[in-house]
């Protein structure tokens, strides 16, 4: 049996800040011990507030962080004893804001092609070959290479991080929010081009983003987060249909509808966000949950599996 594309094991990362001038430094937990493993092939998706751990959790999994402890493996290795230029042949990002993620002053072109000149090997001819060949596949003409990013559109920019990121034909891809700085129709056109990409190219998707109806399109497994802990991971329909979290519940329940007269939906989470520098004893959502017991305020919950996935919580089961 193969090994997983991407493994996650006790994964924590903490930084210190400090408060103010001659305030003494404060630990943030941002990532705390999280587990989990993506198929070759798969599509994970990682939802939450903000704040909860996303995006470090990304930038750790990419070897753009170190982690505090735990282990981030790539294809059965070790992302921290890689070299740069081996990591980035296995794994690329890509980013929120096309409109920053791009250098200005530089050629669509020349975007495009810096991960094959930091490699150092490979030949000018073949440079614009690949370049050319994934703008294409990108759905972009290969002459717009000449063009800068301020004469492209917002949906265009993206296709060129996404051809960036895939010039060096790597088989994992972190996605940071792709699409939430773009318009709803371009959003659709670019999570239809990640589908396709994933099954023509047998990429591994991690999926990170706030907009549930954009996981629920294109991911095959769901890990919620909750200050730095992945509280239920389970099946995307398994999830949608039946969640046990209360987290995961009331996150469903807060998606806006179309329907007229219905308003704003109601979380019943209150104003107050979770601090990552003060994580409570116990369940650490026992404070905002509504479904909160006594036990919740003393015990972490056990990890309880099931044929869909698994979830920390003592109602499920």
């Given at each position: 049996?193969?090994?997983?594309?991407?493994?996650?094991?006790?994964?924590?990362?903490?930084?210190?800040?400090?408060?103010?001038?001659f305030?003494?430094?404060?630990?943030?937990?941002?990532?705390?011990?999280?587990?989990?493993s993506?198929?070759?092939?798969?599509?994970?998706?990682?939802?939450?507030?903000?704040?909860?751990?996303k995006?470090?959790?990304?930038?750790?999994?990419?070897?753009?962080?170190?982690?505090?402890?735990?282990?981030?493996?790539?294809?059965?290795?070790?992302?921290?004893?890689?070299?740069?230029?081996?990591?980035?042949?296995?794994?690329?990002?890509?980013?929120?804001?096309?409109?920053?993620?791009?250098n200005?002053?530089?050629?669509?072109?020349?975007?495009?092609?810096?991960?094959?000149?930091?490699?150092?090997?490979?030949?000018?001819?073949?440079?614009?070959?690949?370049?050319?060949e994934?703008?294409?596949?990108?759905?972009?003409?290969?002459?717009?290479?000449?063009?800068?990013?301020?004469?492209?559109?917002?949906?265009?920019?993206?296709?060129?991080?996404?051809?960036?990121?895939?010039?060096?034909?790597?088989?994992?891809?972190?996605?940071d929010?792709?699409?939430?700085?773009?318009d709803?129709?371009?959003?659709?056109?670019?999570?239809?081009?990640?589908?396709?990409?994933?099954?023509?190219?047998?990429?591994?998707?991690?999926?990170?983003?706030?907009?549930?109806?954009v996981?629920?399109?294109?991911?095959?497994?769901?890990?919620?987060?909750?200050?730095?802990?992945?509280?239920e991971?389970?099946?995307?329909?398994?999830?949608?249909a039946?969640?046990?979290?209360?987290?995961?519940?009331?996150?469903?329940?807060?998606?806006?509808?179309?329907?007229?007269?219905?308003?704003?939906?109601?979380?019943?989470?209150?104003?107050?966000?979770?601090?990552p520098?003060?994580?409570?004893?116990?369940?650490?959502?026992?404070?905002?949950?509504?479904?909160?017991?006594?036990?919740?305020?003393?015990?972490?919950?056990?990890?309880?599996?099931?044929?869909?996935?698994?979830?920390?919580?003592?109602?499920?089961?």
């Open positions: 049996m193969s090994a997983p594309a991407i493994a996650v094991r006790d994964l924590h990362r903490t930084f210190r800040v400090k408060q103010g001038l305030g003494a430094p404060r630990e943030v937990v941002a990532v705390d011990g999280v587990d989990f993506v198929p070759v092939g798969g599509t994970l998706g990682v939802v939450g507030e903000s704040g909860c751990g995006s470090t959790l990304a930038r750790v999994i990419l070897g753009i962080l170190p982690p505090t402890s735990g282990q981030v493996l790539i294809d059965g290795e070790a992302i921290h004893d890689l070299d740069r230029r081996a990591r980035a042949r296995k794994i690329q990002p890509v980013f929120q804001d096309p409109y920053s993620s791009l200005p002053r530089r050629r669509v072109r020349d975007i495009v092609a810096v991960p094959l000149l930091a490699q150092g090997d490979v030949a000018e001819r073949e440079i614009r070959t690949r370049v050319d994934m703008l294409a596949r990108v759905g972009l003409d290969p002459a717009m290479g000449e063009r800068l990013p301020a004469q492209l559109s917002g949906g265009q920019r993206q296709r060129v991080a996404i051809a960036r990121a895939l010039v060096l034909r790597p088989r994992i891809v972190i996605c929010e792709p699409t939430s700085a773009l709803v129709s371009v959003q659709a056109q670019i999570l239809n081009l990640l589908a396709e990409l994933r099954r023509d190219l047998g990429l591994t998707y991690l999926f990170i983003s706030h907009n549930l109806a996981v629920e399109h294109i991911a095959s497994e769901v890990a919620v987060m909750y200050l730095g802990r992945i509280v991971q389970r099946e995307t329909e398994a999830l949608f039946r969640p046990v979290h209360p987290y995961t519940q009331v996150l469903l329940a807060s998606v806006l509808t179309p329907e007229p007269g219905l308003g704003i939906p109601e979380t019943g989470l209150g104003d107050a966000m979770p601090d520098s003060n994580i409570p004893a116990g369940c650490r959502f026992h404070p905002r949950c509504p479904k909160v017991m006594e036990r919740c305020r003393i015990e972490a919950p056990p990890l309880t599996r099931d044929a869909t996935g698994q979830v920390e919580c003592f109602l499920a089961g």
